[in-house]
């Protein structure tokens, strides 16, 4: 019954920023654990940032580390993923997620998913 709905995708250059919204159903979101994830054409999806259903702690693939922030607005029902220096290897489908775990990294941790939105940067 939790629906999640991701916005904020486009084109940028390589070096620019972006933020991805993604706003939640239901009345306890503040107890999910949310992440992103991407995917490009070809190639499994990857996790690349989490924020903790304990206290919003946040975590990150080694790849975006640096690079990306994810935060939350619980009042809102929403996560975001600002991401600033893109590459052009962050080309790919963005999908926030939820789950009801701790810290988790893996597809199989997330019960519900987005339709995702297209991130592309070019060089």
């Known amino acids: 019954q939790v629906q999640l709905v991701e916005s904020g995708g486009g084109l940028v250059q390589a070096g620019d920023s972006l933020r991805l919204s993604c706003v939640a159903s239901g009345r306890t979101f503040i107890s999910y654990t949310m992440g992103w994830f991407r995917q490009a054409p070809g190639k499994e999806r990857e996790f690349v940032a989490g924020?903790?259903?304990?206290?919003?702690?946040?975590y990150y693939a080694d790849s975006v580390k640096g690079r990306f922030t994810i935060s939350r607005d619980n009042a809102k029902n929403t996560v975001y993923l600002q991401m600033n220096s893109l590459k052009p290897e962050d080309t790919a489908v963005y999908y926030c997620?939820?789950?009801?775990?701790?810290?988790?990294?893996?597809?199989?941790?997330?019960?519900?998913w987005g339709q995702g939105t297209q991130v592309t940067v070019s060089s």
């Open positions: 997620a939820k789950s009801t775990l701790l810290l988790p990294k893996n597809t199989y941790h997330y019960d519900y």
């Open positions: 924020t903790s259903r304990s206290n919003g702690i946040t």
